[in-house]
């Protein structure tokens, strides 16, 4: 599964010609910065793509390997996911959107604990509280407490150098109306929703994913729109929930109040083979794999997804996984972006943060999507 980027561009290639999505490859080159991108899924995305890209390149023998992406800091108010940034890429880490004023290009830095330098970026990837919009949360929309943030978020990008803004929220978030308003009518939009299944993966996680971008300063050049470029990409489902119970573990001890949770599952209408022990099946809301046999969607309270075959949990590490990012040796060899520093971060934040995280190969395809389908409106002076 952390062969995403590779497959990605191998159907792209297919489709397009191989000397065509190299000819696009070579002219990609990104400042990244995110916001609220969690444990580093926009980072793991864009690192995972440039390796598949510097081996595609080679391999086609065009240009040897070059730097198409930079990553110069993240925002995240999350001091665990801080640690793991922090630990895993050594980019400047700024925690308060609010307070943060990219017209100010300086602020203080929880990885080096001192002032460091804001700059300027290209890309953004965003992924502002979703709580407020969630069919699990309040709903109160733009009423609710995390609208300042976001505000405080598309007056920054608003301000800054700019020209593309990647956003991802939950599929109730009116994100078109609402980033076209923050940002002005000189930004131009595309919108898709993407569940990781459809690319195959056996974990639910429909999400929307927006990207916004300068039309004086880029035209978007396909030759697809950002929903056929994901429908291009998908793929039949070959996993099963079984693939994320990857971890040799003990067997889990459930509380009292665990095994008669477990026992009202297995007395109602539909019985799942791993049952979700924090919600409880006696007052009908039990919760479990899809119907497709995949992970439900993940939510912070998500650390108690039993299996009776295995008589264990998930663990933290493999709901992680489940958003395919890098923890071990292994899967960084494989997708090429480095291992997620987990080692001093206690289960309990594990499990946050794949409640809080986004799916690797969805932010991927939107993020190829970028590298290769936007040009400068204007051509550099060539003397
Ligand atoms: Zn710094």
Redesign the pocket.
């Known amino acids: 599964m952390y062969r995403w980027p590779k497959i990605y561009l191998d159907q792209l290639a297919a489709c397009f010609g191989a000397g065509f999505v190299a000819s696009r490859l070579v002219k990609w080159k990104w400042n990244l910065s995110t916001c609220f991108s969690g444990v580093g899924c926009a980072e793991s995305a864009a690192l995972s793509l440039q390796t598949a890209a510097r081996r595609f390149l080679k391999k086609h023998r065009k240009m040897s390997a070059m730097d198409h992406v930079r990553i110069t800091?993240a925002c995240e108010i999350d001091k665990a996911c801080q640690e793991v940034l922090g630990a895993t890429y050594g980019?400047?880490?700024?925690e308060d959107i609010v307070t943060m004023d990219m017209g100010k290009k300086v602020c203080y830095?929880?990885?080096?604990?001192?002032?460091?330098?804001l700059e300027p970026d290209l890309e953004d990837t965003n992924r502002p509280v979703c709580v407020d919009y969630s069919l699990m949360g309040k709903r109160e929309k733009e009423k609710g407490k995390s609208q300042v943030c976001h505000q405080a978020f598309y007056d920054n990008m608003k301000n800054s150098q700019n020209s593309v803004v990647v956003v991802e929220n939950v599929c109730e978030y009116d994100g078109e109306r609402i980033v076209q308003q923050a940002l002005g009518n000189i930004w131009k939009l595309e919108v898709v929703r993407i569940d990781p299944r459809i690319f195959g993966f056996a974990s639910a996680r429909a999400r929307m994913y927006l990207v916004a971008y300068r039309s004086d300063k880029l035209r978007w050049a396909g030759p697809w729109t950002l929903q056929s470029f994901v429908e291009m990409l998908r793929s039949r489902v070959e996993m099963s929930v079984w693939d994320y119970f990857w971890m040799k573990l003990p067997k889990s001890q459930l509380s009292q109040s665990n095994e008669q949770n477990l026992a009202d599952y297995n007395k109602s209408s539909r019985t799942y083979m791993v049952a979700d022990l924090n919600q409880y099946a006696a007052n009908g809301r039990g919760r479990g794999e899809t119907k497709d046999d995949c992970l439900p969607t993940l939510t912070t309270g998500s650390g108690r997804l039993y299996s009776q075959e295995k008589r264990r949990f998930l663990h933290g590490t493999e709901l992680l996984t489940s958003h395919v990012l890098p923890c071990t040796d292994e899967h960084s060899k494989i997708c090429g972006a480095p291992k997620l520093e987990l080692q001093s971060i206690a289960n309990t934040n594990l499990v946050r943060m794949s409640g809080n995280a986004m799916s690797i190969p969805c932010v991927g395809c939107i993020l190829l999507a970028c590298a290769l389908s936007f040009q400068p409106r204007t051509q550099p002076c060539r003397n």
Do not use: E, I, M, R
């Open positions: 800091s980019h400047c880490c700024f830095c929880t990885t080096h604990k001192k002032n460091c330098v």
